[in-house]
């Protein structure tokens, strides 16, 4: 894919020409994200130092951007969630939304924390694998409707609240939240992964 498709329906915008809260934004991204982004594999911006994937459209909107980055951070820092059902609710939300970019971003964190090519498979198909079980199964079932839904029954509730808690609950709209953002910017951009 060339550089120029990258963008999807945005140009990729050239960091030469951003104004100065772009250029704010630009910064603590490279320095951040873009950064961890090229510790774990995943390209998060071109060769010539132009933003990819949702990185790219958040130059549309510093300030907005800047308090959903914060959101991440605090949301990602904070969570009482385990790493493995953080990222079943991430690759549940992504899947849903049919993100290319966060699932190829994804994809490899998964395999790491131990999940099997076709778990990762299926959620980011946006399913709930048959093979997750107990808290994981429970908490993913309940991610599931409520991405698909916008309700969770009550023995999805029940057993997901068993698994994780009340402020575990909370801790999973939050992190839905923060993807469903990123990922409805990147499904109305049509922001492609590299």
Request: aromatic share 8%; charged share 20%.
């Amino acid at each position: 894919m060339s550089a120029a498709d990258l963008g999807g329906r945005l140009p990729l915008a050239d960091p030469v020409h951003l104004d100065p809260a772009q250029r704010d934004l630009y910064d603590h991204l490279m320095s951040t994200w873009v950064k961890f982004a090229d510790s774990i594999g995943v390209q998060a911006a071109t060769e010539d130092k132009r933003l990819i994937g949702p990185f790219n459209a958040l130059l549309l909107h510093p300030e907005l951007a800047t308090s959903i980055s914060d959101l991440q951070v605090a949301e990602s820092a904070g969570t009482t969630l385990s790493p493995r059902i953080r990222q079943i609710a991430i690759l549940l939300t992504g899947g849903v939304w049919r993100a290319d970019y966060e699932l190829y971003a994804q994809f490899g964190q998964a395999r790491e924390l131990g999940f099997s090519e076709e778990e990762v498979i299926r959620l980011c198909a946006g399913e709930v694998p048959e093979s997750l079980v107990g808290d994981e199964h429970a908490v993913a079932e309940a991610a599931w409707q409520l991405a698909t839904k916008h309700r969770v029954d009550d023995d999805a509730y029940s057993a997901a609240v068993a698994a994780v808690g009340p402020e575990g609950l909370f801790d999973l709209c939050m992190v839905m939240g923060v993807y469903h953002a990123m990922c409805s910017l990147m499904a109305l951009f049509e922001v492609p992964a590299p």
